[in-house]
């Protein structure tokens, strides 16, 4: 009796192994859907096609073509573009900065100031020549070598000048103002003996710099 109840056991033991071995493990799944994951592949993406014999009809910026500005066909659409270019200089006039308007303003002032010193220069007439010197005015020649400083010396200087030629004449060849600074290159015709023979003829270049109308820098240029 004691051996049947052995046999049994044995015989619900072996079934119990072969029943755990014929069903698959987590393990086995996760090994098999691992598997089924690395034998996927994803679609592959097709290049597109591009047809040689087919123009190129992409848009670039700046290749547009500009259209021909059409002329006025009569005398109002003259007018009304002359109206129009009148309209554009104005708002281009005003337009300018507080600091533009002064710039050009002092460099008005600083053209009349050398223009006055110049009649007064050619006329010999010394009153009117210093008037247009501060009193400190610095002459010097370039780039920073100081000839004589105040309207003393340049009374002595340029007054005994005056005296002693029969003719000084002085016209600018060119001449560049901005602001302050006028700057003159300048032909200089004098007469030693007879005011109608001029006997010295030379080219000079000149920086007057000019404050409250006054020139206060001279600068000469071998």
């Known amino acids: 009796m004691k051996s049947l109840s052995i046999f049994f056991a044995l015989f619900t033991f072996t079934l119990a192994l072969n029943s755990y071995a014929t069903e698959p493990t987590t393990e086995q799944q996760k090994a098999d859907e691992k598997v089924n994951t690395l034998e996927y592949k994803a679609p592959e993406l097709k290049k597109p096609v591009v047809d040689p014999t087919k123009p190129d009809d992409s848009k670039v910026l700046g290749d547009e073509t500009p259209k021909p500005v059409e002329k006025p066909k009569n005398k109002i ?10 309209k554009a200089v104005a708002q281009a006039k005003e337009a300018l900065t507080a600091k533009q308007q002064a710039k050009a303003k002092q460099s008005r002032e600083s053209l009349a100031v050398v223009e006055q010193l110049i009649k007064a220069y050619n006329a010999r007439n010394i009153e009117e020549f210093i008037r247009v010197y501060d009193e400190d005015v610095e002459f010097y020649i370039f780039p920073n070598e100081l000839l004589f400083k105040g309207k003393e010396k340049l009374i002595a200087r340029y007054g005994l000048m005056f005296k002693k030629l029969k003719c000084i004449h002085s016209s600018p060849i060119k001449r560049i103002v901005h ?17 109608n023979v001029i006997d010295k003829r030379s080219e000079l270049v000149s920086s007057y710099q000019i404050k409250n109308g006054k020139i206060i820098r001279v600068l000469f240029f071998r």
Do not use: P, Y
Not at 77 to 86: G, L, T
Not at 179 to 195: F, K, M, Y
């Open 179 to 195: 602001g302050d600074i006028v700057i003159d290159h300048e032909l200089s015709e004098t007469c030693s003996a007879d005011e």
């Open 77 to 86: 659409e003259k007018a009304a573009a002359v109206a129009e270019a009148e």
